[in-house]
């Protein structure tokens, strides 16, 4: 079977190499894969010798990546900007997902390294890195730092299967095809000293059971919509998102005979809509995002829109009888 990677462009690793310092930035209300590219890519050209700033505009809501935070500057600085280093921009499909801290530096040279299916193309020829297939943006950067010849240590291999362990659902969310790509870069972390155990646990101990209380009131507030082909769920504004989606995501795709879930957040003046389907249900999640705006992967994408739940809920089931079709 092929591999799901192709090669790197000679232009975008050419790039890395003459470029003296980077910053890099992901998008905004990170997730794990968000800060674990951003952490290995900095690794990576800190083992180049490379100077580096790393930006991200937050909130860093979910407890698996708080402790990172204070690694992150909001903006960079004047001086380093000065000296016109190259942008790396990791996991985001549109210049508008890094949010902020992208407007000081948006004129500078990037390069885009991403695994998102949806999106508008923000860089020039060449200096792109984007594989659709890839379940996460660090598999992606770990291709990358294959292809600039740059050793695999303990540091660069915890961010890569960091991110990887996240994204993927802790292997969930990985099909016959990815998997072996996948599945070879995962032991090859691990002989480099990576605990999936431990990452485990970084993942999934500490939650405060008020959160826990609130995934349980989200999946109470499910409803079964369209002949019961997809569910819709409902979050309050006053809820803290944290890692609350994951839990709820999680659960009510085991229900019998969806192809979907939906889960609407309030955030007072406009909803963010996440979407999940089901692997096997032949909707393709993404495509429903990107006709608000939004973007993401075939089986897990996000959108927000301006106004109120129910006018969102109402469009939603417009655009989700069309699929069903």
């Keep these: 079977m092929a591999s799901i990677f192709p090669q790197c462009d000679e232009r975008l690793l050419d790039a890395i190499q003459k470029a003296s310092g980077a910053i890099i930035v992901s998008h905004k209300n990170p997730d794990g894969d968000a800060i674990s590219s951003t952490l290995a890519m900095d690794a990576i050209l800190r083992t180049m010798g490379k100077r580096t700033e790393i930006l991200n505009d937050g909130p860093f809501l979910r407890s698996d990546i708080k402790r990172f935070e204070g690694l992150f500057r909001k903006e960079a600085s004047d001086s380093f900007i000065s000296s016109s280093p190259l942008v790396i921009v990791v996991d985001c499909s549109t210049p508008d997902r890094p949010g902020d801290a992208f407007s000081k530096i948006k004129d500078l040279e990037r390069i885009v390294i991403d ?7 923000f860089t020039t020829e ?3 890195y984007i594989v659709p297939q890839s379940p996460s943006t660090t598999l992606c950067i770990n291709e990358v730092r294959k292809a600039l010849g740059i050793a695999l240590t303990e540091e660069i291999a915890y961010f890569l299967y960091f991110g990887f362990a996240t994204d ?16 070879e870069a995962a032991a090859s972390f691990c002989r480099a000293g990576v605990s999936p155990y431990d990452v485990y646990d970084e993942l999934h101990d500490g939650r405060k059971l ?13 409803e079964p919509v369209l002949g019961g ?3 819709f769920a409902y979050q309050d504004a006053s809820m803290k998102d944290g890692k609350l989606s994951d839990g709820v995501y999680a659960s009510l795709l085991e229900t019998e005979g969806i192809k979907g879930v939906v889960l609407f957040k309030d955030k007072e003046g406009s909803v963010e809509i996440g979407f999940r389907s089901k692997h096997k249900s032949g909707i393709d999640v993404g495509k429903a995002a990107a006709m608000l705006g939004g973007g993401g ?3 897990a994408s996000g959108a927000t829109i301006p106004g109120t739940v129910d006018n969102a809920r109402k469009r939603l089931l417009e655009i989700l009888s069309g699929f069903l079709q």
Excluded at 115 to 121: A, F, I, K, V
Excluded at 168 to 183: I, M, N, Q, R, V
């Design 115 to 121: 695994h998102h299916s949806s999106g508008l193309p």
């Design 126 to 128: 060449g200096m792109s």
């Design 168 to 183: 993927s659902g802790f292997y969930h969310f990985l099909s016959e095809k990815t998997a072996p790509d996948a599945l």
């Design 210 to 222: 008020s959160d826990i209380k609130d995934m349980a009131a989200v999946i109470q507030s499910a």
């Design 229 to 231: 082909a997809f569910l």
């Design 297 to 299: 992967h075939m089986h």
